[in-house]
Structure formats: structure tokens, C-alpha cells
């Protein structure tokens, strides 16, 4: 039987009275490349952080890898990309191998020294992205693909066994964005790595993601990609749309 | 009178050793403060510190020994306030501060004996500096140091990004917990430098100086300090010399090193 990576039971979520997430339930298996979607301010950044705990669980339960989200500690097995990368400062004076490296962090006991494994970890995977020319730059100085696939090495840097992206292509051109696409889909095809998509970009979904979570403050849909072209649901929500993002399939 | 001739002289062979010690310490903090926004928790703590002193003068204790603690204290609830009653960060300090600096005012009030002593804190006097002193910065600077070299991976983690570094296990709270009272006790040792009203002084301007031309984090710090312990020395010769207060030509030197690091910015 393939392992629960994370499971959520009615998760439910709100700011003062105003409700954001309601009764969310889901099971994402190991070796899933999960798109979630939905419109802006349908909850689906407000749905990883709960689940990695940036939120408080108000509602409902979450379990990482089999244990309770507040008393996970394997932190090392997830990688995350923020939305938009607005957690860092633009001024902050550090270059791409000391940002890369704080990603080793979190497989580090006290005290958290460096060692020389840990430079080549991060030499191995600025070179696997293609950016190891990169590695004196200061993170200010680079482009948004640039600053992308720096925060994608950080994020990968631990070779996580859960991959959380969110909305990780907004500031990035069409070509980049394919190449990225790309080699994040080869991940999960060769290393069965975990992916979780939140984006609304449903032509990357249509193209890369084997399930898909449709969210507008509830799940409208959770399924397969064939049982989500199917469902009535969402072909009276997408309507003629539908049959574009299936298009996007290899 | 030569430089090495003045370098005999006891007082000013511990105005060096406290001054170098504290300027490299604060030096270090104030990177982390400065790229957290949190610049004027110096200046805040600085001026509970001043309550924290009149209080040890009111008792007739070593005022240092009333002020680690009370500024200690300060520091939390000024976390505290900012994270739990959902104040502005500088509006926690703000509180905080002025409430520090009226009741050192009651107490200057109150008692008419000490107000001379309280003004060498308030504008400090590093040739005045005592052999007490002079030890309790070595000490009180090496633990500090040696807390942050262990954490330095946290501070740097959090500094870069909280949310990130909560995704990677790093008990944010805890690392905020321990950043506040390491300045709060280096506020409490710079006091003695250059005085209550100018701490800041040391915490901001060497790292705001090391950010016009550093090339990554580390080299932040280590310009820092560098800067830092250059202005601490030349401000003492200059002083010295020129028979100027020390405290404000160590804050006007590393002025002058920033305009300095500022020009030589690449644009």
C-alpha cells in the first residue's frame, strides 16, 4: 500500500467571522503530483499553511507523514517555495549558496555547524538547476527565474521526499516557466518525490498533475485528472474550458 | 604626548579592552536587529535601561547588577506586547521606552543625590570606566558571543525569512526570545561606551555601513566589526586629543565610516 504523505480531515479556517477554508478533507500517497486550484482568495494558500503549520489549525486535523501537524518535526523531508518569494527582504545582503544552504537547516541537530558535506550538497544542487555559476551572486542581484530556481535549490536542497510549491511561476516568463515545470515533473516521475501544485494556472495542471484539488472555500472537486474531466461539477464550472486544459495533456 | 605614551595610561588601556568588546558584540547583534526592522529596540531598551540604573542608584546597588535584569524583563514584554496584544512592533518599544524613562525621572526626582552619576550614564564616559566594568564586559560580551556562535545558524535563518525558517523546525519564537535579550544585555554594557542616549549608535551604524558594500551575510558581519572596532579606537584618540567627549566621537566617527562606505557603494 503506498504511504500517506499528508492527509487532511474538515479542515476549516476563518479570519475573525470571515470563513476562508470550510470542511476540507483530502489524502495526498506518496509519489502524487496533487495541482490545487482555484481562483484568487479561494483558500488555497491558506490551506498549505495550515497544513505546514505557518497557520493555526482551528478546525479539522492534519497529519504530515503519519504524525499530528503540531508535533511533526521531520522537517527535512518537506521542501517549500513560497508564493511570489514576498518572505525576503530584497535588501537582505546574502548570496545564493548561503540562502541555498539554510535549507539544510532543518536536517541539522544543535549545534547547527557546517561541514564540508553540506557545501557540496549545495554545489550538487545549484548544479543540478543549472545555476552554480550563480553561487557568489547576491540574491538582490538576480532575475525573477533566476530568484525562482535559487529558491527551488533551497527547497530541494535536503532532497525532500514532499515538494510544496505555491504559485511558484508568477514572476517567471512562458519559456522559463516550462523549463521549470518540466524539471519539477521529472522529479515526481524519477525520484517519486511528492508534489504539491497550488497555482492558478490550470494549463500546467492540465498538463502536469495526476490529481487535482479544486478549491472556492470548499473542495469542489478532489480527484484523479480523468475522473476530474468527467465530473459533472466541474464541467458546469469550467463549462467549454474544461476541454483547453485537457488539451494540455501529453 | 605620542600614541603609545597614551596607551600606558590604565584608563585608557580599559576604556580599549571594554570598548573593543562591547563595539564587536553589539556590532554583531545589531546586523540581525537592523535586517529585522527592529533598529530602535535599541534605543528603547536603552531608555528603560536609564530607569533600571536610577533605580540601582536610588538602592545604593552597582547599577549594572539592577539593569541586566529590568532591561532583560523589558525586552520580553516588549515582544510580548508586540506579538500577543497585537501591537506595532514600535509602539511595543514605544511603550516600554517611555515608561522606562519616566520612572528613572521620579526617581532622579525623588532622591537629589545622584543626578550627577546618572548623567555619566545618560551620556556615557569610557574613560571613567571602571576595573568592574572592564570585566563585566569581557564576561558579559564572551557569553553573548559565544550564544550567538551557537545560534548562528537560527538568527541568520529567521532573519532571512521567519516563514521559511518555521518550515525548516526552527522554533521562531524561542530564536525572537533569545535575540531580544542578548540585545537587551548588550544594551545594558554599551551604556558605560557611549551612554544611554547614543547606544543605537553602535548597534545601527556598523551594519548599516557593512550593508553598503558587503557581498553576503558573513562579510556583513565581519565588516560590522571591523567598522565597529575602528571607530571605538579612533574615536578614543581623537578624543583624547581634541578633549571632546568620547562617546559622541565614537558615534560621529562611525558616521563618518558610513558616509565613507556609502561613497564607495557601487551604483
Redesign the interface.
Known amino acids: 500500500m503506498d504511504n500517506i504523505i499528508v492527509s487532511a480531515e474538515k479542515i476549516s479556517f476563518g479570519y475573525g467571522v470571515v470563513p476562508v477554508l470550510k470542511d476540507i478533507s483530502f489524502t495526498i500517497k506518496q509519489g502524487d503530483f496533487v495541482g490545487v486550484v482555484g481562483h484568487n482568495g479561494s483558500g488555497k494558500t491558506t490551506l498549505i499553511k495550515i497544513i505546514l503549520g505557518l497557520l493555526p489549525q482551528k478546525e479539522g486535523t492534519v497529519t504530515l507523514f503519519g504524525e499530528p501537524g503540531g508535533k511533526f518535526a521531520g522537517w527535512e523531508k518537506i521542501g517549500y517555495l513560497p508564493q511570489n518569494l514576498s518572505v525576503i527582504n530584497p535588501l537582505f545582503p546574502v548570496t545564493v549558496k548561503e540562502a541555498v544552504g539554510l535549507g539544510l537547516l532543518s536536517a541539522k541537530r544543535f549545534p547547527k555547524l557546517f561541514v564540508k558535506q553540506d557545501r557540496e550538497k549545495v554545489g550538487a544542487v545549484l548544479a543540478d538547476l543549472q545555476i552554480l555559476n550563480l553561487q557568489n551572486r547576491l540574491m538582490s542581484e538576480l532575475s525573477g527565474g533566476q530568484l525562482q530556481r535559487v529558491m527551488l535549490a533551497r527547497a530541494l536542497v535536503n532532497r525532500p521526499e514532499l515538494l510544496i510549491l505555491d504559485e511558484p511561476t508568477n514572476a517567471i516568463d512562458a519559456e522559463t516557466r516550462k523549463t521549470f515545470f518540466s524539471y519539477i515533473h521529472s522529479l515526481s516521475q524519477k525520484n517519486r518525490m511528492t508534489i504539491i501544485l497550488i497555482t492558478h494556472d490550470m494549463g500546467c495542471v492540465g498538463e502536469y498533475a495526476d490529481k487535482i484539488l479544486y478549491l472556492d472555500k470548499v473542495a469542489l472537486f478532489y480527484g484523479s485528472f480523468d475522473q476530474f474531466k468527467k465530473s459533472a461539477k466541474m464541467i458546469e464550472v469550467f463549462g467549454d474550458e474544461l476541454s483547453h486544459f485537457i488539451s494540455h495533456r501529453h | 604626548m605620542d600614541i603609545l605614551t597614551i596607551l600606558n595610561y590604565g584608563f585608557i588601556q580599559r576604556a580599549f579592552v571594554a570598548g573593543i568588546f562591547v563595539a564587536i558584540l553589539a556590532s554583531l547583534l545589531g546586523a540581525f536587529l537592523v535586517?529585522r526592522n527592529l533598529s530602535l529596540i535599541g534605543d528603547g531598551l536603552s531608555h528603560v535601561s536609564f530607569g533600571a540604573i536610577a533605580l540601582g542608584l536610588f538602592l545604593g546597588i552597582y547599577p549594572m547588577y539592577v539593569a541586566i535584569p529590568l532591561v532583560v524583563l523589558a525586552s520580553l514584554l516588549i515582544l510580548k506586547l508586540s506579538e500577543r496584544a497585537k501591537l506595532y512592533g514600535d509602539a511595543a518599544i514605544g511603550i516600554v521606552s517611555s515608561v522606562g524613562i519616566a520612572a528613572g525621572v521620579i526617581l532622579a526626582g525623588i532622591s537629589n543625590g545622584f543626578n550627577v552619576d546618572l548623567f555619566s550614564y545618560l551620556f556615557g564616559n569610557i574613560l571613567s570606566i571602571s576595573q568592574q566594568d572592564v570585566l563585566m564586559s569581557i564576561l558579559l560580551s564572551g557569553v553573548v558571543v559565544f550564544v550567538m556562535l551557537?545560534?548562528y545558524?537560527?538568527l541568520?535563518?529567521v532573519?532571512?525569512?521567519?516563514?521559511?525558517?518555521?518550515?525548516?523546525?526552527?522554533k521562531t519564537g524561542r530564536i525572537n526570545s533569545l535575540l531580544v535579550v542578548l540585545t537587551a544585555i548588550t544594551v545594558v554594557l554599551s551604556v558605560r561606551v557611549v551612554g544611554i542616549m547614543l547606544i543605537s549608535s553602535l548597534l545601527i551604524l556598523p551594519t548599516v555601513s557593512s550593508?553598503q558594500i558587503?557581498?553576503?551575510?558573513?562579510?556583513?558581519l565581519f565588516l560590522g566589526a571591523l567598522f565597529a572596532i575602528i571607530s571605538v579606537v579612533l574615536g578614543i584618540f581623537v578624543s583624547f586629543f581634541l578633549n571632546i567627549p568620547t562617546g559622541a566621537t565614537i558615534v560621529l566617527v562611525n558616521f563618518a565610516m558610513f558616509v565613507l562606505a556609502y561613497s564607495m557603494k557601487k551604483k
Open positions: 535586517l551557537l545560534f545558524q537560527e541568520f535563518s532573519t532571512f525569512s521567519q516563514e521559511l525558517a518555521r518550515v525548516t523546525g526552527i550593508l558587503s557581498r553576503g551575510f558573513k562579510m556583513t
